[in-house]
């Protein structure tokens, strides 16, 4: 790598990672608490090896035995997070209420102290009275236990009411203190060292899993053994380590949630019902969890059967289309007894018998729209809740989407001193409005994830579900506002991307221009050089995306695009892609987001016959491409860590067969892109701080899990791809589908697109406006598709399509909104559409044939044109590579 351009990674990362010294300054003046001066007791498990502070008997760090020299605590930060207030493994928090009174909370962690040590025996490895780590007026005794249960490690509590009178426990909640701190560590250093981990919060089946960066080694789940029923998992914002970039926060595991319902959450709807516990006097009760590891992330469902957990299987997933009968597996060694629906209606399940291996199964179809929880009560008294997403059909979800942006999206104001008149631009919902002005310029100006998802989106839509009407305003976009606005036009060869159009420079605009409602004194408010700056590589992907879009359709389509040729706009995509190396070196040496459309661009480049063009580009990624060969792990950001250039490093390090460093790449995606029963978890991908550069200012612009955020569907690009190549790898197909779909679960029944939905249980909705949404419906757009695939034990399996089995054929009628992709898993069958709509396909399982049929001719669409992975001989003619094929007034049948 340039030695100034390594200089420059190096500043940009310890300027976002901020300094040890200053990131810890606060905790390191308070007073040492924990008492890790004194000796710890270390203990060996099956699986483990166990040490803890003596003083507090909190665990000081959990190293698997396979690799002892990893910590899956943030044990290498226990000299400074040794203070009061910092949870560690091992606390626990209350709330309690007595007859008439009000709710008083409790923890182990607020005070520390020394804990009085219990005489252990048998499989005890230590025990302790927690008492003097809480307030005298605690109405109830304490006792932690470190355990064994099968060769596993058990954290037990046994809390027994100590007064004469019942009390309630409106809250109970463990800390889940793993090591997420990545703050001041290399991109090698955190996939070495640090973990991520997933809820699924799912009462007595919930569970969390914990896995490395890397995405290898075993799995952590953390399992409910007695009264653990994950109801709520609250992220722990009273804990002083920073969070930031670098830190997301700890969260804790909710066994009672009726407190905090009733206060911080009033109002919210949650996961889960909250409930609380009434507790008599001298009544004990016991709440337990194990810790047991799964060997491999693709494991974990067998660990789970094994370990006597419920497990779930929903396919396509658990955002469920009103059109698309799904089916749901529930395997476990008890019966059912009950299934309730709520909210009442908002689902249809019929039971259709048991699989061979006797997995009980069902169909769902949604019937309400919005959120919609399964429970589930098995005959031995276990509950389990399956969250689902209710939406409209794709193909309305889409067209919902497509007419907000080109209606209430729509700026039209020639007297705009910023020149953005004609443009799809960020819009509050909230306030149902659109955003002109925003103290982060770039969230007004039409650049940057945050000023460019609005347009970016209503372009990618037309790739999809080409609308005229909305063509014509990307038309007048590209003319008037992207082409010579956005994108700099100052002769041959100056296609640089600007940061923002938007700026804050008061005195060289007439007085009035900015609102003095909005604060213009942060270093988001970017002069009019700064915001010219072309030198941020991400923002070249988005213009790219949109030539690209425009040339698909001038060029396979009739009649809708008649502002440019399609040569202009291939051309443009190419010079944009050059562009953003030779413009934005610094940042260009990362994975893009959405930089897959480089290589769809070099494919039509070739397609095309632009030899000397496609060799140039070919040439220039290739050198990126090894540049990721060199390293480690090679998919950082202008972010000390980040989970969006993973989707362009996998696919060029997969075209130029550089194996190895695709398959890491992947792993990385897999650790922190989980699938579980639970549309908000199941397929999303890792992101926690776009909410401060991309969400709504205000109190919810803050460091948190995003749900569904734009990293699930892009990162499902390169999981999808890699399913294609190993098709056996079901796990990969319901991650990948997980995040497709999540990638459009936040789409308001209105079509309107927010940035992403909040976790946080205060909130549980979607955030306020549309930031950087068009970014993750890139990804769905380019990769929305219907699988077919075939398992052993649960039969026929689609995604994105409805099926139907008679005999020996399998029929599909298409649901996704592209309707232009369809994978067959069973003969390795990839067939995709530049233009024309797939209505449905069988395949038939003896001879392998597929018939496929096609949407009847439109005013801009008569012709179809097929592309068939490996030569069929069809017998139609080809436009660069695809088969040309007339559609007519009725349906068009080919057999392959």
Do not use: C
């Amino acid at each position: 790598m340039n030695f100034r351009i390594y200089n420059v990674l190096l500043f940009l990362v310890m300027s976002f990672s901020v300094q040890a010294q200053d990131y810890w300054s606060k905790i390191e003046k308070k007073e040492p608490t924990l008492g890790i001066a004194q000796i710890y007791q270390k203990f060996e498990t099956p699986e483990f090896e166990l040490k803890l502070v003596k003083a507090s008997q909190t665990v000081a760090s959990l190293s698997p035995k396979e690799n002892p020299r990893f910590d899956f605590t943030p044990g290498d930060r226990l000299e400074i997070r040794d203070k009061d207030g910092l949870y560690h493994l091992g606390d626990i928090n209350l709330r309690i209420k007595k007859t008439n009174g009000t709710w008083k909370s409790y923890s182990t962690a607020a005070k520390r102290a020394t804990v009085q040590p219990l005489e252990v025996s048998s499989d005890i490895l230590a025990g302790a009275d927690l008492s003097n780590t809480l307030p005298s007026d605690i109405p109830v005794s304490i006792n932690r236990y470190y355990e064994l249960d099968r060769d596993h490690l058990v954290i037990r509590f046994e809390i027994r009411n100590t007064s004469d009178q019942s009390i309630e426990i409106g809250a109970l909640g463990v800390p889940m203190v793993f090591n997420n701190i990545l703050e001041g560590k290399s991109l090698v250093e955190t996939h070495a060292q640090n973990v991520f981990f997933d809820p699924y919060i799912g009462k007595d089946a919930g569970y969390l899993e914990v896995k490395r960066l890397t995405g290898e080694g075993s799995v952590l789940l953390v399992l409910p053994k007695e009264n653990m029923s994950f109801e709520a998992y609250r992220p722990l914002l009273d804990d002083p380590t920073p969070r930031s970039i670098v830190f997301e926060g700890f969260h804790e595991w909710m066994v009672y949630s009726k407190a905090y319902a009733e206060n911080e959450w009033k109002g919210v709807e949650q996961w889960n019902r909250p409930t609380s516990l009434i507790l008599k006097p001298e009544q004990t009760k016991n709440f337990s969890f194990k810790l047991v590891l799964s060997k491999g992330i693709r494991a974990v469902q067998e660990t789970l059967i094994k370990e006597e957990i419920p497990v779930i299987n929903g396919f396509p997933g658990y955002v469920l289309p009103h059109d698309v009968k799904a089916q749901l597996f529930i395997d476990y060694k008890n019966e059912i007894k009950s299934i309730s629906i709520e909210p009442k209606g908002a689902l249809e399940l019929k039971e259709l018998g048991k699989t061979p291996k006797g997995q009980q199964k069902y169909s769902v179809t949604g019937k309400k729209w919005g959120r919609a929880r399964l429970a589930i009560t098995y005959a031995d008294g276990k509950q389990q809740t399956v969250n689902y997403k209710v939406i409209k059909p794709e193909t309305e979800v889409v067209k919902d989407f497509g007419n907000f942006l080109a209606t209430n999206q729509w700026f039209d104001d020639p007297n705009d001193p910023f020149h953005r008149t004609k443009s799809f631009i960020s819009y509050d919902y909230e306030q149902k409005k659109m955003m002109t002005q925003d103290g982060r310029v770039w969230i007004s100006g039409l650049s940057d994830e945050g000023g460019a998802g609005s347009w970016l989106a209503a372009v990618m839509k037309q790739l999809i579900q080409p609308e005229p009407s909305e063509i014509k305003k990307v038309e007048q976009f590209i003319d008037s506002t992207l082409w010579g606005g956005i994108q700099y036009n100052e002769g041959p060869n100056t296609y640089g991307v600007k940061k923002s159009i938007f700026y804050y420079e008061p005195d060289s605009l007439p007085k009035g221009t900015y609102s003095k409602d909005i604060n213009y004194k942060t270093w988001a408010a970017w002069s009019h050089e700064h915001a010219n700056d072309p030198g941020r590589s991400y923002n070249y992907p988005h213009v790219a995306a949109a030539y690209w879009v425009m040339y698909r359709l001038a060029r396979y389509r009739e009649g809708l695009v008649d502002n440019r040729s399609w040569e202009w706009y291939l051309k443009n995509a190419y010079q944009t892609s050059i562009a953003m190396l030779e413009k934005a070196p610094y940042y260009s040496v990362f994975g893009q987001m959405e930089g897959s459309v480089f290589l769809y661009i070099l494919e039509d480049l070739k397609n095309e016959g632009y030899t000397e063009l496609s060799s140039d580009l070919e040439s220039r990624m290739k050198d990126r491409a090894n540049h990721w060969r060199a390293l480690d792990y090679p998919f950082g950001s202008e972010m000390p860590w980040d989970s969006t250039g993973q989707e362009e490093v996998y696919l060029w390090s997969s075209y130029f067969g550089y194996d190895e460093k695709a398959k890491i790449t992947l792993n990385a995606i897999l650790a922190y892109m989980p699938t579980m029963p639970h549309w908000a978890y199941n397929g999303n991908a890792r992101r926690y701080w776009d909410f401060l550069y991309g969400g709504k200012a205000g109190e919810t612009s803050r460091v948190e899990r995003q749900i569904h955020h734009y990293g699930s569907s892009l990162n499902a690009i390169p999981v999808l791809t890699q399913y294609r190549k190993t098709s056996d790898d079901l796990y990969l197909l319901k991650v990948g589908y997980g995040g497709l779909l999540g990638g459009i679960s936040n789409i308001t029944q209105d079509g309107f697109g927010p940035a992403a939905f909040h976790s946080f249980p205060s909130t549980l909705r979607i955030d306020g406006i549309s930031g950087d949404y068009g970014s993750g419906f890139y990804g769905y757009a380019i990769n929305s598709a219907t699988y077919l695939t075939y398992d052993e034990d649960m039969g026929w399996l689609s995604f994105g399509g409805n099926l139907d089995v008679e005999g020996d054929i399998v029929e599909v009628d298409i649901t996704t909104a592209s309707k232009s992709k369809i994978y067959i898993a069973p003969s390795n069958l990839w067939i995709t559409l530049d233009a024309g709509n797939f209505k449905q396909f069988t395949y038939n399982i003896k001879t392998k044939q597929v018939t496929i049929s096609l949407d009847e001719k439109n005013d801009f669409t008569p012709n179809a044109y097929l592309r068939v992975n490996g030569e069929k001989n069809l017998s139609y003619s080809k436009l660069n590579g695809a088969y040309v094929i007339p559609l007519r007034d009725s349906s068009v049948e080919i057999k392959l």
